[in-house]
């Protein structure tokens, strides 16, 4: 296999998972509206495992596909969800919900870029 096949495929891959991601992203934003509708405890809990487990699938893939920014924010994101569930979102003062936010969005911007121009993406080909 030449490295114009390994290039070819790769992309081949990346655009089946800019797809996949663009549903992660739906069930952030899914979650994100839940909590920031005001609902109850359990549902914030419920919601910041939905987000953290996709926030971390989309780290992992996509700094594989070559989406440095979008890998970073994600993780960030995934590794916040987790500290506020440690502390109880009984205790998340408007500090840490303004934290919250400011992560989601990071992620929705970087995301929001990769899908518009997925060339931004480094190609190990």
């Known amino acids: 296999?030449?490295?114009?096949?390994?290039?070819?495929?790769?992309?081949?891959?990346?655009?089946?998972?800019?797809?996949?991601?663009?549903?992660?992203?739906?069930?952030i934003e899914r979650n994100w509206s839940?909590?920031?509708?005001?609902?109850?405890?359990?549902?914030?809990?419920e919601a910041l495992e939905f987000i953290k487990r996709e926030a971390h699938t989309i780290a992992?893939?996509?700094?594989?596909?070559?989406?440095?920014?979008?890998?970073?924010?994600?993780?960030e994101l995934e590794v916040l969800c987790a500290?506020?569930?440690?502390?109880?979102?009984?205790?998340?003062?408007?500090?840490?919900?303004e934290e919250l936010a400011a992560a989601v969005t990071l992620v929705f911007e970087e995301s929001t870029r990769m899908f518009a121009d997925p060339e931004i993406g480094t190609v190990p080909f």
């Open 60 to 75: 992992g893939s996509s700094g594989t596909y070559g989406y440095a920014d979008v890998s970073k924010s994600a993780r």
């Open 83 to 97: 500290q506020l569930m440690d502390e109880g979102v009984n205790d998340m003062d408007t500090t840490r919900q």
């Open 34 to 45: 839940e909590i920031s509708s005001g609902s109850e405890d359990k549902n914030i809990i």
């Open 1 to 27: 296999m030449t490295d114009s096949d390994l290039r070819e495929a790769f992309l081949s891959l990346r655009e089946e998972f800019l797809e996949i991601c663009r549903g992660r992203v739906g069930v």
